[in-house]
């Protein structure tokens, strides 16, 4: 099985930028779609962005769509979120995860549709 490790989280003021990173082991990234999820005290597990495992299909959450971007390598057998124009709402524990199922297009999924997590980064946005 993938071991997913996350990275890059921080404190940042609002309207800045940060980039988080998520690199695998144990296993081949391209064996899996990716996504990123957030959570933020005392709420539910939120969908943030995924990408399929060609890199052929992303999608993005409307909380966040032009403002971050998901993107992969599989030769680097990394997945990274670039987060700009952040917002203090958008503070929260970041988590990477993998899909094994590989489908073609990605969609807004839930947290049950991935299998492998990271233990997660925290980001932080001041105002």
């Known amino acids: 099985q993938v071991q997913l490790a996350e990275s890059g989280g921080g404190l940042v003021q609002a309207g800045g930028s940060l980039r988080l990173s998520c690199a695998a082991s144990?296993?081949?990234?391209?064996?899996?779609?990716m996504g990123w999820f957030r959570q933020a005290p005392g709420k539910e597990r939120e969908f943030v962005a995924a990408?399929?495992?060609?890199?052929?299909?992303?999608y993005h959450a409307d909380s966040v769509k032009g403002r971050f971007t998901i993107s992969r390598d599989n030769v680097k057998n990394t997945v990274s979120l670039q987060m700009n124009s952040l917002k203090p709402e958008d503070t929260a524990v970041y988590y990477c995860?993998?899909?094994?199922?590989?489908?073609?297009?990605?969609?807004?999924?839930?947290?049950?549709?991935?299998?492998?997590w990271g233990q997660g980064t925290q980001v932080t946005v001041s105002s």
């Open positions: 995860a993998a899909d094994p199922r590989a489908l073609a297009i990605v969609s807004m999924g839930g947290p049950s549709d991935y299998k492998y």
């Open positions: 990408i399929s495992w060609s890199g052929g299909s992303i």
């Open positions: 144990g296993r081949t990234l391209s064996d899996y779609n």
